[in-house]
């Protein structure tokens, strides 16, 4: 079956750095778009980041732009999420999903989930 899972969460100072992964497994990785998606306690998840299946294209949310990067390496089946310059309101639950559609937003674009890694960026 289909399998998501993201690491590289933590705790973190703001002004700070970190890098989530995401490694799949059970799917064609390379036709699939990635994205990536957080929720923080009390609201509805968000988008943050989508690449193509490629990696030549990406989208981001305005908040995170010039910040956060995403990047994929389909050889390791992995997306990455290199977060920078991080605020407390980055604080939330990543999460990544697979898509056949082109950069979805939407949250119910996505096709697959991962189960979460927890981001906590202190002031």
């Known amino acids: 079956q289909v399998q998501l899972v993201e690491s590289g969460g933590g705790l973190v100072q703001a002004g700070g750095s970190l890098r989530l992964s995401c490694a799949a497994s059970g799917l064609t990785f390379s036709s699939y778009a990635m994205g990536w998606f957080r929720q923080a306690p009390g609201k509805e998840r968000e988008f943050v980041a989508a690449?193509?299946?490629?990696?030549?294209?990406?989208n981001y949310k305005d908040s995170v732009k010039g910040r956060f990067t995403i990047s994929r390496d389909n050889a390791k089946n992995t997306v990455y999420l290199e977060m920078n310059s991080l605020k407390p309101e980055d604080t939330a639950v990543y999460y990544c999903a697979a898509t056949t559609s082109v950069l979805p937003i939407e949250s119910g674009l996505y096709e697959y989930w991962g189960q979460g890694t927890q981001v906590t960026v202190s002031s």
């Open positions: 690449i193509s299946w490629s990696g030549r294209l990406t």
